[in-house]
């Protein structure tokens, strides 16, 4: 068991490349990668943490937790398109890194939790199961455990969980989230006989089942600039809120308000770690335990909220608030920027081999 006062986890899962495409014109390349938006949300409520990501040489980034870099191989690199042709979000994968395989992982000590956060197919089953030898508790991504990807463009399907080779791990897990989207390739109610099941609902916020009970968890308002990367940022929080003693209904609100803050900014969040204490100390007015007894989640209210919890949101809110006054003032969501849009109608080719050929807007390319 890990003896320090602060928790100590272990986040698994590639860093990437993104390539933002609006109206079929590249508009912005940004670090990728759900380790990369988990890793600042968790250094932005101080958890210790340890990250195991692999990339290539052509890693174009400076992350606060630095990469394997494997001379063999090129980063994973996305290209996510929006606009027309694309109504909602189209995502490809254009290349993967190597895969993260059990001798990357520390033999030890113990680890208070893990996160499991592919994206690429980087997370064999393998893997995750010497992730659940080595942390107390796991809390695990669905995407990177369904996903399959296209041969000939790369484009994202998935296949059902019962069927993706990681199946009878899912006793062992604690927590394990879906976007509404990908819940339909999990069998919810098997599912949560087994651990706790979040879902994802963008901006009608979440739920939560385990065991016999249910609730539903309010939204944030955000004005959409760029979604990648939400689900990922709500699992941070919500990880953090766990781990911190929350309730679970206060830790999926605190997923659901780093989600919203997600949406707003293209690539992981830059966020001020100042106005953010204001969100600890909410934090730790709300914490109920050093660790939540996941034994007794069959206890856990079917609908109800922890006292209080309307407090807890307008806190959440205020917070909010003084944060995107911060990201508005220093243009900080670049995608939708006039700026950024007349830059785009600058004809640019992107190359199967390389993150691009010609410039494009880089975005906060050193976080």
Not at 210 to 236: H, I, K, R
Request: net charge negative; with cysteine; hydrophobic share 40%.
């Amino acid at each position: 068991m890990v003896t320090d006062t602060k928790p100590r986890g272990l986040v698994v899962g590639n860093y990437c490349h993104d390539v933002l495409h609006r109206d079929g014109l590249p508009v912005a390349q940004t670090l990728g990668g759900a380790a990369s938006f988990v890793s600042v949300i968790l250094d932005a409520l101080s958890l210790p943490f340890l990250t195991v990501s692999k990339v290539g040489p052509d890693f174009a980034y400076s992350p606060t937790h630095p990469p394997i870099t494997i001379p063999s191989s090129q980063t994973t690199l996305f290209h996510a398109h929006f606009g027309s042709p694309h109504p909602d979000r189209s995502l490809h994968r254009i290349r993967a890194c190597h895969p993260i395989r059990p001798s990357d992982l520390p033999d030890g000590p113990t680890f208070a939790f893990g996160m499991a956060v592919g994206v690429a197919g980087e997370i064999l089953p393998e893997t995750l199961h010497k992730m659940l030898e080595i942390c107390d508790r796991v809390f695990v991504d669905v995407q990177g455990l369904i996903r399959r990807f296209d041969s000939r463009d790369g484009s994202v399907r998935h296949v059902a969980l019962r069927e993706s080779g990681f199946h009878h791990l899912l006793p062992r897990v604690a927590f394990l989230k879906a976007s509404a989207d990908e819940a339909r390739f999990v069998d919810v109610e098997e599912a949560r006989r087994c651990c706790c099941v979040v879902v994802t609902h963008g901006k009608d916020g979440s739920e939560v089942f385990c065991g016999n009970g249910a609730f539903s968890v309010a939204p944030f308002e955000a004005e959409q600039v760029d979604p990648t990367g939400a689900g990922d940022c709500f699992l941070g929080g919500f990880a953090a809120g766990i781990v911190r003693g929350l309730a679970v209904p206060d830790a999926a609100l605190l997923g659901n308000f780093f989600g919203a803050l997600a949406v707003a900014q293209v690539g992981p969040p830059k966020l001020d770690f100042g106005l953010l204490q204001m969100v600890k100390d909410e934090m730790h007015k709300r914490k109920v335990q050093d660790i939540p007894d996941l034994e007794r989640r069959d206890e856990w209210p079917e609908s109800q909220k922890p006292p209080e919890q309307d407090q807890f949101y307008v806190s959440l809110v205020t917070a909010k608030a003084i944060i995107m006054c911060q990201i508005e003032e220093s243009g900080r969501n670049l995608l939708s920027s006039p700026k950024v849009l007349e830059q785009s109608n600058v004809k640019t080719r992107l190359l199967v081999n390389s993150v691009h050929e010609e410039k494009i807007p880089i975005v906060d390319a050193k976080p």
